[in-house]
């Protein structure tokens, strides 16, 4: 097991030797999306394992909330996904709402990190609300959406930049990939029809 602190410097610990096959930048890249993405908690960690490969490497982090996190990266630094392995439970088989996955409603604007076309949030739903992803694209560019759902149960949709359906409520276990044909901001809304709060994480990229 290497671990390592995600301190500010960035300076390795003396328990974490060299990352074998898998290299500095690629670690870097990964920490640095977390941060991006994993609010207050994800400022801080450890990373729990790292496995090589040509393509993209696997990099294992724990943030300071105790939410496991999966990253698949390029070795120079590139990351092609950063999700929610195991969110951080309270004890009764619920997420804590200060526990790493913030509680989310609303809108929100969705950001890039520097030479990456995607990006991954986690929220918590609470029953009967709904939060929307907004980024913008390009007619002819493809967007991909993965919801993944814990716990629960959710929907989401698709909103074109003039407010028609570019696609029609689905279940989170359900991928989209398409075609856009208008530009402008795009919108994507999860939606919470159940009776209790549902935890989640969503990757939005463009092509």
């Known amino acids: 097991m290497r671990s390592k ?3 500010l410097s960035l300076c390795i610990s003396p328990t974490f030797a060299s990352a074998a096959d898998v290299g500095q930048d690629a670690i870097d890249g990964c920490i640095d999306q977390l941060r991006a993405v994993g609010g207050p908690d994800g ?3 450890t990373v729990l394992s790292t ?7 696997l990099v294992m982090l ?27 439970d309270d004890g009764q088989g619920a997420m804590a709402g200060s526990g790493g996955i913030p509680v989310v409603s609303g809108t929100q604007r969705v950001q890039f990190a520097a030479g990456t076309s ?12 709904s939060v929307s992803y907004v980024l913008g694209a390009a007619d002819g560019q ?5 919801v993944g759902s814990h716990g629960g149960a959710l929907d989401y ?18 991928p989209y990939r ?24 969503i990757g939005i990229g463009i092509e």
């Open 5 to 7: 602190v995600l301190a």
């Open 43 to 45: 400022q801080s960690g």
């Open 51 to 57: 496995e090589f490969s040509e393509a993209n490497s």
């Open 62 to 88: 724990q943030d300071k909330g105790e939410t496991v996190w999966r990253c698949l990266v390029s070795n120079d630094g590139q990351v092609a996904e950063l999700s929610v392995a195991q969110a951080a």
């Open 118 to 129: 995607g990006a991954a949030m986690s929220g918590t739903l609470n029953p009967n609300i």
């Open 142 to 146: 493809f967007m991909r959406v993965d």
């Open 157 to 174: 949709k698709i909103f074109n930049p003039d407010g028609s359906l570019l696609l029609d409520l689905i279940s989170s276990d359900t």
């Open 178 to 201: 398409g075609q856009l044909w208008q530009s402008g901001d795009h919108v994507v809304e999860i939606l919470n029809a159940g009776a209790k709060p549902v935890t989640f994480d």
